[in-house]
């Protein structure tokens, strides 16, 4: 996927004094990925009583005490200065006590490192390895406090550029090892490796003969990386906004499996950055830190110059900020079976716990039902999804059934506290069948719940009947203690029949005995109301009907709903036939599907209400930002107020006591309107309803009513598209393009200068930026088609 354009980068991510200097570096061709191994670093953090090394810090804080050295060999022959500093803002130059050196070829240790303490108001800290030249630290002091803006930004992105090469090097390593030990798994462990560390996968490279996967699938690897929130978050400036690059980038949406990181361009960025500070004496290099233990490797993208113009390396170190755990959570879809060893806790949210140490002394509490409690440690396995349970034996008799797992430990310096699991062991209890007897009918299929300890441990269900083949079962897990099953007995005679539950690890199955009954034929009712060209049939073995002549009017079975021991067939009329009136008896006759019939009995009842929409209006809400103007009455906005009308069928009138309901298509919103609640008669024949938008949230999409009445209910129909409107604040234009800036921009699926989207700007589901940049319109008119509606553009007016 191609990067956003110069024309678009270029001037938000260049200072004005820069401007000439990145104009031309925009010409030059792109930099040389980061494969230089550079000089290293000692780095050790100490916060109160507590010492962690710089690969275990993802963030410092005021007061925080930092031990630093160069990490040169005994036979350095070039002399590096090593140079610190604390940085307060953009637009607020650090004091020069906040800048500190140390001659990092001197032999005593308070002369070639430095031991700082992070200063109050400090919120970020680079470092500086400097060729040693006379006045070297005066020149970079004055860069430094001249525009500390561009160095706010240029730590920002090398540490998060830092941190994203992480995940791209324990990607790397995996893969690699895989390949040297069992090659033929690659196409099982590749895919988990790429969602735990949010990597690009090519699914091509995995149909490739084996020898070929690996080296396919680590090809462009500057374009493996995919955007991950909290290595963006820890690295975040003062205003705690992602920087323009990142916005960019991340709206570059890489089908199907996510975002690409920032780290393709950071350092396409940071050299127009370091141009402006470009002299005849220094010129600014990039590094990447590799930190493991207290050691920061630096790696370079162009090979250091010693002769003037001199290479100045920058470091990027952690933020200083308050420590912010990633939000881990549970990828687990129930209860986890914990019967065998190397048991996987699937955590999902935080590719960094793979490829740093970050998250450290992790364990799982596990707290069984007597209240008993024990830690075991984890170890975070990429390979695996999550959380691997190291256990040196088996478990105390207490934890049995299901056992409460919380995991926890620390990241950085602070707590680190992870999801909840569902943990299950086998007990010795025995399955049970879930509620009254079961009434299991030969002839079709039975469903059937078990209870028992640990369902999620269950390793095979069985079927037997007498000296007949044993037949394996499929199940389900249902909560913590339930399997449901599904017996087949469409080809089984009456009689006794057994069902054996193995679990995992234990050789003895638990065994329930049962009885199948023979299916005796039965018609409880038929239900109709006038004037409906359906019907419901009750009963026992309803599958079995192929058809209903009810007074000549020919009724075909549709969906059948089993609600407990009763089957409930709907019927729908095939044809014409006769008109049947409130009240009238007649007689249905019904056809089984092996040729015998039956005759039921059956009472018309009172016509059901058919309202039908009369009218309807919509209003705006009046909220902040740019006002959207709607396509006509079809568009409900989320903010909104919808007036409709209805009327009843010629000759009825509207009760007191009528309600009317509007629902969401997939009915999982609902609100009901009544006299007290926005409904009022207009005439007996015609009630006026008002709804707001708001009742329904979060629902969006095509809304429908109905009328209820007296337990009656009249058919759905449509109403209304409730749509989310993004907020528009405001919308500036230079030149060929404009900026559109407000919130909650993702509702927008494109928008274009005109109504017939014929060169629409596409907007990447999930995009998480406040601005967007379009065309100009030609009229001063923008369309937007909205993601809840996509037949029903809303316009925007510049003008």
Not at 206 to 220: D, G, R, T
Request: net charge neutral; aromatic share 4%.
């Amino acid at each position: 996927m191609p990067l956003p354009s110069r024309r678009n980068i270029l001037p938000r991510t260049c200072g004005a004094a820069a401007a000439a200097l990145c104009a031309a570096s925009a010409q030059a061709a792109d930099p040389a990925p980061f494969e230089l191994g550079g000089p290293g670093l000692r780095i050790a953090v100490t916060r109160g009583k507590d010492v962690l090394p710089i690969a275990q810090v993802p963030s410092l804080a005021e007061g925080d005490r930092l031990s630093i050295r160069a990490d040169l060999p005994e036979d350095q022959g070039a002399k590096f200065l090593l140079l610190s500093t604390f940085l307060r803002g953009a637009t607020n130059p650090p004091p020069k006590d906040w800048i500190k050196s140390a001659e990092s070829w001197k032999k005593k240790a308070k002369d070639n490192s430095l031991s700082l303490t992070v200063p109050k108001g400090a919120r970020q800290m680079t470092l500086f390895l400097v060729p040693d030249t006379g006045g070297a630290e005066g020149t970079i002091e004055d860069a430094v406090r001249g525009k500390p803006g561009e160095f706010v930004r240029a730590t920002q992105e090398l540490n998060q550029a830092s941190l994203d090469r992480s995940r791209l090097d324990a990607f790397m390593a995996a893969i690699r090892a895989q390949e040297n030990s069992h090659p033929e798994y690659l196409r099982s462990v590749a895919p988990a490796l790429a969602r735990s560390l949010s990597m690009k996968l090519n699914d091509e490279c995995l149909s490739k003969v084996v020898e070929l996967q690996a080296n396919c699938l680590l090809e462009n690897r500057e374009q493996l990386v995919l955007a991950d929130v909290h290595s963006s978050s820890i690295a975040e400036t003062l205003t705690g906004a992602p920087t323009d690059l990142a916005l960019q980038l991340s709206s570059t949406r890489e089908a199907g499996y996510g975002f690409y990181s920032p780290y393709i361009g950071v350092v396409r960025d940071l050299a127009r950055i370091f141009g402006a500070f470009s002299n005849p004496e220094f010129d600014y290099l990039p590094t990447l830190s590799i930190r493991r233990g207290d050691a920061a490797a630096l790696l370079l993208n162009k090979a250091p110059s010693f002769q003037k113009p001199k290479s100045v390396l920058v470091v990027g170190m952690p933020a200083i900020e308050a420590d912010s755990p990633p939000r881990l959570r549970s990828a687990a879809n129930g209860p986890i079976c914990a019967a065998r060893p190397g048991v996987v806790l699937p955590v999902e949210g935080a590719p960094l716990i793979y490829s740093t140490a970050y998250a450290r002394n992790m364990t799982v509490k596990l707290t069984a039902a007597s209240g008993d409690m024990i830690d075991l440690p984890v170890e975070a396995r990429a390979d695996r999804g999550g959380y691997v349970v190291k256990s040196n034996g088996p478990l105390p008799a207490a934890f049995k059934g299901t056992v409460k797992g919380h995991l926890s430990g620390y990241w950085g310096f602070e707590r680190f506290d992870g999801p909840d699991f569902a943990l299950q062991l086998p007990g010795d209890a025995a399955w049970k069948v879930a509620g009254d007897p079961p009434t299991l009918v030969v002839g079709r299929d039975n469903g059937l719940t078990l209870t028992g300890d640990a369902p999620a441990c269950v390793e095979g269900v069985t079927l037997r009947q007498g000296d007949g083949a044993p037949q394996s079962l499929s199940w389900k897990v249902q909560g913590t203690d339930a399997l449901a099953l599904t017996l087949p007995l469409a080809d089984r005679k009456p009689g006794d029949i057994r069902i054996e539950v193995k679990y995992q690890g234990i050789a003895a199955p638990s065994v329930l005995s049962l009885k199948a009954l023979a299916q005796a034929s039965r018609l409880d009712a038929l239900s109709l109301h006038a004037g409906d060209r359906n019907a419901v049939l009750s009963g026992q073995r309803l599958d079995q009907v192929a058809a209903v002549d009810l007074s000549g009017m020919m009724l075909a079975p549709a969906e059948l709903v089993r609600d407990g021991a009763v089957d409930r067939l709907n019927l729908v009329a095939k044809g014409e036939g006769a008109a049947l009136k409130a009240g009238d008896r007649a007689t249905a006759r019904v056809r089984l599907k092996d040729g015998r019939s039956f005759d039921l009995a059956a009472t018309v009842k009172e016509a059901r209400p058919r309202p039908t929409l009369l009218g309807r209006s919509v209003s705006q809400g009046a909220g902040a930002g740019r006002i959207l103007q709607l396509s006509g009455e079809d568009l409900l906005p989320d903010d909104g107020r919808l007036v409709f009308s209805v009327r009843t069928e010629q000759g009825a009138a509207f009760r007191a006591d009528d309600m009317l309901e509007v629902a969401s298509a997939d009915g999982a919103k609902s609100v009901r309107l009544g006299n007290a609640s926005g409904l009022r008669l207009s005439g007996a024949d015609v009630m006026v309803a008002t709804l707001d938008a708001a009742a329904l949230a979060p629902a969006s999409g095509p809304l429908r009513f109905r009328l209820l009445r007296d337990g009656v209910n009249s058919d759905w129909q449509p109403l209304v598209t409730l749509a989310r409107l993004p907020r528009i604040d405001d919308v500036s234009c230079e030149a060929q393009d404009c900026t559109i800036k407000g919130r909650d921009l993702f509702l927008m699926e494109a928008v274009d200068g005109t109504p017939g989207f014929e060169t629409p700007t596409v907007v990447a589901r999930g995009f998480t930026g406040s601005s967007l940049s379009v065309p100009a319109p030609r009229d001063g008119k923008l369309y937007i088609r909205l993601r809840d509606a996509r037949d029903q553009p809303v316009m925007l007016d510049l003008s």
